[in-house]
């Protein structure tokens, strides 16, 4: 079973949708959650982090993480073209030795 | 002024040569990491530094050997490339060295090994 688990798509959604990405982990003890955008051909850069069970907003993103389920999504609201990437979950925990899990990532496409 | 350069960008080489790739952070942070991302996407940790020391060394083939002068620089160097070995590597840095907050990425060296 892989640490970090994510469909890897392409998810494909209209211009003004929400994009809903998802991702599961197998270390329970998993303390710190995060979602990197990775553009074509570049590094993968934070968009968002989330440490405690429930919902967290920025701007147009919405994290939510269910540690009970072993799940963590990421909602993209009003998913504009530029949003097209390739978003990466990744999941760090004790029991990992203090090191990141990085999931295949989901390859989103927002159709203008 | 970037926070995390690599160079070079792209490297091509024939198999059986070494080459190194080198890392350099100005954020002031204590631990760095290399990556590997392969063809599919999926990005692998290799190895982390704490402040010079090694802390994470995941199991990679000892012809890769991860340098760190200061704190500041992680230099990866590889011995004996193979075709396997093509792939984007990623320097990154962190103020955390257990890992729980940010880690921010250089923009990768692209290796093709022929």
């Known amino acids: 079973q892989k640490e970090v688990e994510q469909n890897s798509g392409p998810l494909s959604v209209p211009e003004g949708a929400i994009a809903s990405l998802n991702c599961t982990y197998s270390d329970r003890v998993s303390q710190s959650f995060f979602w990197y955008r990775q553009y074509s051909g570049k590094s993968p850069e934070l968009i968002m982090s989330?440490?405690?069970?429930g919902d967290k907003e920025d701007g147009r993103f919405t994290a939510q993480l269910n540690k009970a389920s072993q799940y963590v999504s990421l909602l993209i609201r009003d998913s504009q073209p530029s949003d097209s990437a390739t978003y990466l979950c990744?999941?760090?925990?004790?029991?990992?030795?203090?090191?990141?899990?990085f999931g295949t990532g989901t390859s989103l496409t927002v159709i203008p | 002024d970037t926070a995390v350069s690599q160079t070079p960008k792209y490297l091509v080489t024939q198999m059986g040569n070494d080459k190194s790739i080198k890392c350099e952070q100005n954020l002031g942070h204590d631990t760095m990491y290399w990556y590997k991302q392969d063809s599919k996407k999926f990005l692998k940790i290799m190895f982390s530094y704490n402040n010079k020391e090694l802390i994470i060394n995941e199991t990679v083939p000892n012809r890769f050997s991860p340098k760190s002068p200061d704190k500041a620089h992680l230099n990866l160097h590889i011995n004996s490339l193979e075709l396997g070995d093509s792939a984007v590597y990623f320097c990154?840095?962190?103020?955390?060295?257990?890992?729980?907050?940010?880690?921010?990425f250089g923009p990768g060296t692209r290796l093709t090994v022929l």
């Open positions: 990154a840095s962190s103020q955390d060295p257990a890992g729980r907050g940010e880690q921010f």
């Open positions: 990744a999941v760090n925990g004790r029991n990992t030795g203090n090191q990141f899990y």
């Open positions: 989330i440490y405690s069970n």
